[in-house]
C-alpha cells in the first residue's frame, strides 16, 4: 500500500513538472514573442521616419519658382458688315501673359541642378466661362499687348519648347527658351466671339477695338472673368522633374474703377508658384 502512495506522489510531482517545463515554455516563447514585435515595430518606425524624410527632402526640393506673372487685358472685334449707319461686329476677349520662371540664382552660377533641357505647357483648363470659346495660344514677346489670333500657335493639349544654350540668340516667334530660363514665357488667353452679330446704331463718336467694346455691347465682366489653368513642366539638365500649377482668374478688373471697360487693362502679380519635384 505504501509503495502505491509513493508511486502516485511520484506521478504527482511529474506532472507538476511537466506543467511547470511547458508554462516556463510558453513564458519563454510568449517573452520572445514581445521582444521580437518590440524590435520590429522600431525598426519599421525607424523605416517609416527614414523613408518619410526622404520623400518630404525629395518633394521640398525646390530650385525653381514663378515670381512675377505679367498680364494685359483687352477686347477687339471682327466687323461683319461694312455699312457706315451700323456695326455688326463678332467681340473677342483677350490676355496676353508673361510669366517669369525664377532659378533662384542670383550669382550667376548655372549648373545642371538650375538649368532646364525640356519645357512645356500642359494640362489646360478654363473653368465658370459662361460665354465664348477660350483657348490659350503661344504668344511672341514682340506682339505682346496686341491682338493677334494664328491657329498655328494654338494649343492643343501640350506645347513643347524649343531649349537653347544661352549663347544661341531667341527667335522669338517661336516657342524657344533658353536653358537658364532668363526669358519670360508668353502665352495669349483668346475667349472668341463672346458675342456674335452684335449691332451697334450708335455712330455719333468714333468706335475704338479695346475693351470699351465690352461695355458698349452690354458684356458684364463676370460673365467672361473664369479661371484659366495649366501646368509648366521642366526637366533639368540632371534629370530631375518639377511642375508648377499656373492658376489665375482672368483678369479684367471686376472690382476695380480703371477697369477693361476702360479700354485695357494691365495687372501684375507675384505668386511664388513653386516647382514641386516629380517622382
Same mark, same amino acid.
Given at each position: /500500500?505504501?509503495?502505491?502512495n509513493?508511486?502516485?506522489?511520484?506521478?504527482?510531482?511529474?506532472?507538476?513538472?511537466?506543467?511547470?517545463?511547458?508554462f516556463?515554455?510558453?513564458?519563454?516563447?510568449?517573452?520572445? @514573442?514581445?521582444?521580437? =514585435?518590440?524590435?520590429?515595430? $522600431?525598426i519599421?518606425?525607424?523605416?517609416?521616419?527614414?523613408? /518619410?524624410?526622404?520623400?518630404?527632402?525629395?518633394?521640398?526640393?525646390?530650385?525653381?519658382?514663378?515670381?512675377?506673372?505679367?498680364?494685359f487685358?483687352?477686347?477687339?472685334?471682327?466687323?461683319?458688315?461694312?455699312?457706315?449707319?451700323?456695326?455688326?461686329?463678332?467681340? $473677342?476677349?483677350? +490676355?496676353?501673359?508673361?510669366?517669369y520662371?525664377?532659378?533662384?540664382?542670383?550669382?550667376?552660377?548655372?549648373? *545642371?541642378?538650375?538649368?532646364?533641357?525640356?519645357?512645356?505647357?500642359?494640362?489646360i483648363?478654363?473653368?465658370?466661362?459662361?460665354?465664348?470659346?477660350?483657348?490659350l495660344?503661344?504668344?511672341?514677346? !514682340?506682339?505682346?499687348?496686341k491682338?493677334?489670333?494664328?491657329?498655328? &500657335?494654338?494649343?492643343?493639349? &501640350?506645347?513643347?519648347?524649343?531649349?537653347?544654350?544661352?549663347?544661341?540668340?531667341?527667335?522669338? #516667334?517661336?516657342?524657344?527658351? $533658353?536653358? !537658364?530660363?532668363?526669358?519670360?514665357? +508668353?502665352?495669349?488667353?483668346?475667349?472668341?466671339?463672346?458675342?456674335?452679330?452684335?449691332?451697334? %446704331?450708335?455712330?455719333? #463718336?468714333?468706335? %475704338?477695338? &479695346?475693351? *470699351?467694346?465690352?461695355?458698349?455691347?452690354?458684356? !458684364?465682366?463676370?460673365?467672361?472673368?473664369?479661371?484659366?489653368?495649366?501646368?509648366i513642366?521642366?526637366?533639368?539638365? =540632371? &534629370?530631375? +522633374?518639377?511642375?508648377?500649377?499656373?492658376?489665375?482668374?482672368?483678369?479684367?478688373?471686376?472690382?476695380d474703377?480703371?477697369?477693361?471697360?476702360?479700354?485695357? @487693362?494691365?495687372?501684375?502679380?507675384?505668386?511664388?508658384?513653386?516647382?514641386?519635384?516629380?517622382?
Amino acid at each position: /500500500m505504501k509503495k502505491t502512495n509513493d508511486n502516485n506522489n511520484n506521478k504527482k510531482i511529474y506532472f507538476k513538472e511537466i506543467v511547470k517545463s511547458i508554462f516556463l515554455l510558453l513564458f519563454f516563447f510568449a517573452l520572445c @514573442y514581445i521582444i521580437f =514585435s518590440v524590435i520590429n515595430t $522600431h525598426i519599421l518606425a525607424k523605416d517609416f521616419a527614414y523613408d /518619410m524624410t526622404n520623400k518630404y527632402n525629395f518633394y521640398s526640393e525646390n530650385i525653381f519658382s514663378i515670381d512675377k506673372i505679367y498680364f494685359f487685358s483687352s477686347a477687339t472685334a471682327d466687323n461683319n458688315e461694312q455699312n457706315k449707319a451700323l456695326w455688326d461686329l463678332n467681340i $473677342h476677349q483677350f +490676355t496676353d501673359i508673361a510669366l517669369y520662371i525664377n532659378n533662384n540664382n542670383s550669382q550667376n552660377n548655372f549648373t *545642371s541642378e538650375n538649368t532646364i533641357n525640356s519645357l512645356s505647357i500642359e494640362n489646360i483648363n478654363f473653368n465658370n466661362i459662361s460665354i465664348g470659346e477660350p483657348n490659350l495660344y503661344f504668344k511672341s514677346i !514682340t506682339n505682346f499687348g496686341k491682338y493677334i489670333k494664328d491657329d498655328n &500657335n494654338l494649343i492643343n493639349n &501640350n506645347l513643347s519648347f524649343e531649349i537653347l544654350d544661352n549663347t544661341n540668340e531667341i527667335n522669338y #516667334e517661336l516657342p524657344q527658351i $533658353h536653358n !537658364t530660363c532668363d526669358e519670360p514665357i +508668353t502665352l495669349s488667353y483668346i475667349n472668341s466671339s463672346i458675342v456674335k452679330n452684335k449691332i451697334i %446704331t450708335d455712330i455719333s #463718336e468714333p468706335l %475704338t477695338f &479695346n475693351g *470699351s467694346l465690352l461695355k458698349k455691347s452690354g458684356i !458684364t465682366i463676370s460673365s467672361i472673368s473664369g479661371v484659366v489653368s495649366f501646368d509648366i513642366r521642366i526637366k533639368t539638365n =540632371s &534629370n530631375k +522633374t518639377f511642375v508648377a500649377n499656373v492658376y489665375f482668374s482672368v483678369p479684367l478688373g471686376q472690382n476695380d474703377s480703371n477697369n477693361v471697360y476702360s479700354g485695357q @487693362y494691365i495687372y501684375e502679380t507675384n505668386p511664388n508658384i513653386r516647382f514641386i519635384r516629380q517622382e
